[in-house]
């Protein structure tokens, strides 16, 4: 005898959907599941990793970047505090041919001039009063004043 009672009607018919062996599932779909899931993280892992390294690499390239342009910039702050230094601004005044101004006067509100006003010093030659700044057509030579540099 059987030990399994024969079925009939509905239940034989549901009897058939189920495998009839013992209750062994199937291993290769499973073994084949894991194997992709794992290969597929293990690829994604990688590509994550690659991604990483590539933004540190372009951080370290704009950090390096950003030091140069600092000590550029660094550079040209100091050449301009030097040329705008006093002593500087005075020297190249010298050069061009401009000399300190006199005693200012000014005029207040009403009209009135307060205080008393002073020529420049300037370079006699006889009776006429020449300038210290002369046009480039009139210097000696023909050079220009910022010539010097």
């Known amino acids: 005898m059987s030990s399994k009672p024969e079925l009939k009607g509905r239940a034989a018919r549901l009897a058939q959907l189920f495998p009839s062996g013992p209750g062994k599932a199937a291993r290769t779909p ?5 194997v992709v899931l794992l ?12 991604a990483l390294s590539e933004g540190a690499f372009k951080l370290d390239d704009l950090q390096r970047e950003t030091k140069s342009l600092t000590d550029e910039e660094q550079a040209l702050q100091r050449d301009i505090d030097a040329y705008s230094a006093p002593e500087a601004l005075q020297r190249r005044a010298r050069e061009l041919g401009m000399v300190p101004g006199g005693d200012p006067a000014f005029l ?4 009135t001039v307060k205080g008393v006003p002073s020529p420049a010093p300037g370079v006699r030659q006889g009776s006429a009063h020449i300038p210290l700044v002369l046009a480039p057509e009139a210097m000696p030579n023909g050079s220009t004043p910022t010539s010097g540099r």
């Open 30 to 34: 499973f073994v084949l599941l894991v």
């Open 39 to 50: 290969g597929g993280g293990l690829l994604g892992l990688l590509v994550l990793n690659s």
């Open 108 to 111: 207040a509100p009403d009209g």
